[in-house]
Every structure is written in C-alpha cells, then in structure tokens.
T-cell receptor
Framework: AQTVTQSQPEMSVQEAETVTLSCTYD???????LFWYKQPPSRQMILVIR??????QNATENRFSVNFQKAAKSFSLKISDSQLGDAAMYFC???????????????FGTGTRLKVLA | KAGVTQTPRYLIKTRGQQVTLSCSPI?????VSWYQQTPGQGLQFLFE???????NKGNFPGRFSGRQFSNSRSEMNVSTLELGDSALYLC??????????????FGPGTRLLVL
C-alpha cells in the first residue's frame, strides 16, 4: 500500500531564514507526480509546488523548491526567505493508483505545522 | 477562472440527521473528489466523480454517498450522522480525463459539527 511519512509534526523558522520540511513515501509507480500543499488557518488547501518524477531537475516556484531523491523516495520542501504568511500546515501528497480504474487519488501525509517567528 | 466553491461553509447538525454538501468545480473541470479531514485521521479520500459517475471510492461506510450533475457540480450526502462525522469536508477538482495525475484544486471546505 502506498504510504507517505512526514516525520516532523512541527517546525519553527525565523522570519527571512530557510527551512526544510521532509517527506518520504513508498510507491510502485515509475512515472508520477508529487505535490506539496499548504493549509493556512483559513483551512483552504493551496498548491505550493509540483514535481514530475521523470524529471531530473528539482522543481522551483519562487521561494519554494524541492529536493527530490527518486531512488530514496524522498521529497523535501525548502522554503527560503521565510515570511509570516508561510505559517501553515504543509502536506506532502504522492498519488496512489486505483488498480480497477487506473486512475489516481492522492495520499496525504500527516502534515508539518510550520511556525514563522518574527 | 473562479476557484472551487463549497456550500455551506459551516453546518451544525444533530446525531441521526442527514446532511448534503455541495461543491462547484473550476469551470471545465470534470473530476470532483471529496476528502474528510479530522485531527485524528488526517485527510482521507472519500470518493471521486467524473462525468456524473463515481469513478473511485475510499474506505467509508455506505452512509457517505455522492453524485455529480451534468454541469460537473457535485453533492455529498451523509445519512444518519454520528458524532465522529464532525470534520472539515474538502472537495477538489481537476481536469483529469484519464490516467494522468493532474493537480487537484481545493475548495475552502465545509466544516460540519455533529452534536
């Protein structure tokens, strides 16, 4: 069964500093996408970044970047120049294939709560 | 394009009642998925509808059901509510037409409290 592990329930970072959130997962797929979502106190799930597993290059989206290690099944999120608005729960989400339909659902980790200190 | 919308945003019900939640996907998106989020269980997949048909289903009892209309709007129904059904219910839409892993776009959620 597909699993995803976010081993850091909570992390803190000083404003303007850099923080890395970790995620490991298990999959039998060879080509897949991985996602990081953030959920601020408003509870709206917002896409942060997407990584395509067949791409060697790590995805980058402004201050957000990933360190994707396909062989190790590791997918960490790095936030540079942290801002107060980055405070949220962050979820790692690899997909899981439904055998019967061949389509996908997303398995979400337990989340990492990021606090940004002024 | 307008984002995913969910109504109502908040709901209070009592045990034994039933409830219907609504989700309107992003225009052009034909797939709608529903998730339940609780502090204890995290984010769990309920089901997915595509072109008015339930395409995938998670491990929830039959009290949880849904449907999708021709305009891709989806409703989720929970019958005989239990205290444990108190949760944030999120829907997400994607323009997935098949076996691709498209990005899911989430609505703001409906917070259900069962007393």
């Amino acid at each position: 069964a597909q699993t995803v592990t976010q081993s850091q329930p909570e992390m803190s970072v000083q404003e303007a500093e850099t923080v890395t959130l970790s995620c490991t997962y298990d999959t039998s797929e060879s080509d897949y996408y991985l996602f990081w979502y953030k959920q601020p106190p408003s509870r709206q799930m917002i896409l942060v970044i997407r990584q395509e597993a067949y791409k060697q290059q790590n995805a980058t989206e402004n201050r957000f970047s990933v360190n994707f290690q396909k062989a190790a099944k590791s997918f960490s999120l790095k936030i540079s120049d942290s801002q107060l608005g980055d405070a949220a729960m962050y979820f790692c989400a690899p997909p899981n294939r439904f055998i019967m339909t061949g389509t996908y659902k997303y398995i979400f980790g337990t989340g990492t709560r990021l606090k940004v200190l002024a | 394009k307008a984002g995913v919308t969910q109504t109502p945003r908040y709901l209070i019900k009592t045990r034994g009642q039933q409830v219907t939640l609504s989700c309107s996907p992003i225009s052009g998106h034909r797939s709608v998925s529903w998730y339940q989020q609780t502090p204890g269980q995290g984010l769990q997949f309920l089901f997915e509808y595509f072109s008015e048909t339930q395409r995938n289903k998670g491990n929830f009892p039959g009290r949880f059901s849904g449907r999708q209309f021709s305009n891709s709007r989806s409703e989720m129904n929970v019958s005989t509510l239990e205290l444990g059904d108190s949760a944030l219910y999120l829907c997400a839409s994607t323009d997935s037409v098949g076996q691709t892993q498209e990005t899911q776009y989430f609505g703001p959620g409906t917070r259900l409290l069962v007393l």
